[in-house]
C-alpha cells in the first residue's frame, strides 16, 4: 500500500510517499481503507521525534473509511461499512491507504469522510475535558481556542447541556465562534478585563485547548484553578491545574458518534480546512504547525 512513511524523524519534508505492507487485522480488529485523515498538533510532535516513535513509522491518530476485512472476533458483517476512529498503533497510522483498528464507530448515512475523520479526536478529548469539569446547565464556562479542533466541540458539546460559553479565539474566527453559540472573546493581553466583561455574572468553570499561555488570566478569573482543565499546556501544575491527556485507555467513541450523528441532522459543525493529497503530507504539518488552520486540516490518502 502506499504511504506516508518516516524514515528518520525531523522537518515535514520526512513525510515522503513509499510502498509499505498493508497491515494485518488481529484479534478484535478492522482493517479499513483509510478515506480520510484528521491533522492533529501531536502527529507535529510525532513527526519531529518527541515520542520516541520507531523508524520506519506511520502517523496519523485518527481516521475515516471503509472496513475491509475484520480480525478475529469481529463482526463479519462490518466489511463494508463505513467508520471513523483511532488507529491501534501510533506508528501505523492512519497517513496510508489502510490502518487496522479496534476503537472506531460507524458514520451515520449524510456525513463525509473528511467530516467524520476532523470529528474524532476533537469529540472525545472535549467531552472528557468537560466530564471532568462536571459542568452543569447554568454555568456559564471559558473555552480558550474555541475556533479549533477540540475547541469547537467543546463550545458544543457544553452549548447542548445548557451552558453559557465564553469561546476565546482570533478575532477573525468572532464569527464562526458566535454562530457556534459562544460569546467571542478575543485572545491575547487583556484576556482577563475581556473575560470579565463578557460575564459579568462571573465563570464558573475553564476549558484550556489553545495552551499558550492562557492559564494565569484563567486562574485569576477563577479566584483559583479548581474548575479548570487544560488539554493543551503541559506545563499545567505550575498553576495548580489539571491536564488532561487521551490516551488509548481513555479513549471514548460514545461522543464521536454523538457528534456525528449531530452533523448528521445538520445541528454540528465540524469546519474543514483545506484537504491535501497524500503526497502533500508535508504541506499539510506546515500548515497545522502555524496554529491558526480556520478548521481541521485533513489528508486523503
Ligand atoms: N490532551 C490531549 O490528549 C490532547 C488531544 C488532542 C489535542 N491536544 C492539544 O490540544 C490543542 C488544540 O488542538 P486542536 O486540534 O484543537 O488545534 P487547532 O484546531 O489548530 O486549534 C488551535 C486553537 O488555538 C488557538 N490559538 C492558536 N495560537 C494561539 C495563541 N497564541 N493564543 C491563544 N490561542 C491560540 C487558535 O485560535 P485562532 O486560530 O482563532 O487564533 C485555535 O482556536 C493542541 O495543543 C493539541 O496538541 C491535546
Do not use: C
Not at 491545574?241 to 458518534?257: E, I
Request: proline residues 7%; without cysteine; negative net charge.
Amino acid at each position: 500500500m502506499k504511504a506516508a512513511v518516516i524514515t528518520s524523524f525531523g522537518e515535514p519534508s520526512v513525510l515522503q510517499v513509499a510502498e509499505a505492507p498493508r497491515p494485518v487485522p488481529g484479534p478484535g480488529q478492522a482493517l479499513a481503507r483509510v478515506r480520510a485523515a484528521g491533522v492533529n498538533p501531536a502527529e507535529i510532535q510525532a513527526r519531529a521525534g518527541a515520542f520516541r516513535l520507531h523508524a520506519p513509522a506511520i502517523i496519523g491518530f485518527e481516521f475515516a473509511g471503509v472496513v475491509e476485512q475484520v480480525g478475529p472476533g469481529v463482526d463479519e458483517s462490518l466489511v463494508g461499512e463505513r467508520i471513523a476512529g483511532w488507529p491501534d498503533s501510533a506508528s501505523q497510522g492512519s497517513y496510508a491507504e489502510y490502518t487496522v483498528s479496534s476503537n472506531f464507530t460507524t458514520i451515520p448515512d449524510g456525513v463525509s469522510f473528511e467530516e467524520a475523520a476532523a470529528t474524532v479526536i476533537g469529540a472525545d478529548n472535549a467531552a472528557r475535558a468537560l466530564g471532568l469539569l462536571n459542568i452543569r446547565p447554568g454555568d456559564t464556562l471559558v473555552v480558550t481556542g474555541a475556533s479549533g479542533a477540540l475547541g469547537s466541540a467543546a463550545v458544543q458539546f457544553a452549548r447542548r447541556r445548557g451552558v453559557t460559553v465564553i469561546g476565546v479565539a482570533g478575532t477573525s474566527n468572532a464569527d464562526f465562534v458566535q454562530s457556534l453559540g459562544a460569546i467571542p472573546v478575543a485572545h491575547g493581553p487583556g484576556l482577563v478585563d475581556r473575560i470579565r466583561a463578557a460575564a459579568p455574572g462571573g465563570v464558573d468553570a475553564a476549558l484550556d485547548t489553545a495552551g499558550k499561555g492562557p492559564l494565569p488570566a484563567l486562574v485569576e478569573v477563577l479566584g483559583g484553578p479548581e474548575r479548570i482543565v487544560t488539554l493543551a499546556d503541559r506545563d499545567a501544575a505550575r498553576y495548580g491545574v489539571a491536564f488532561s491527556a487521551g490516551h488509548s485507555g481513555n479513549r471514548d467513541s460514545q461522543p464521536v458518534r454523538e457528534a456525528l450523528d449531530l452533523i448528521a441532522a445538520g445541528a454540528w459543525t465540524v469546519r474543514i480546512g483545506r484537504s491535501f493529497p497524500l503526497a502533500e503530507a508535508a504541506d499539510a504539518h506546515r500548515l497545522v504547525a502555524t496554529g491558526h488552520t480556520h478548521g481541521k486540516v485533513i489528508i486523503l490518502p
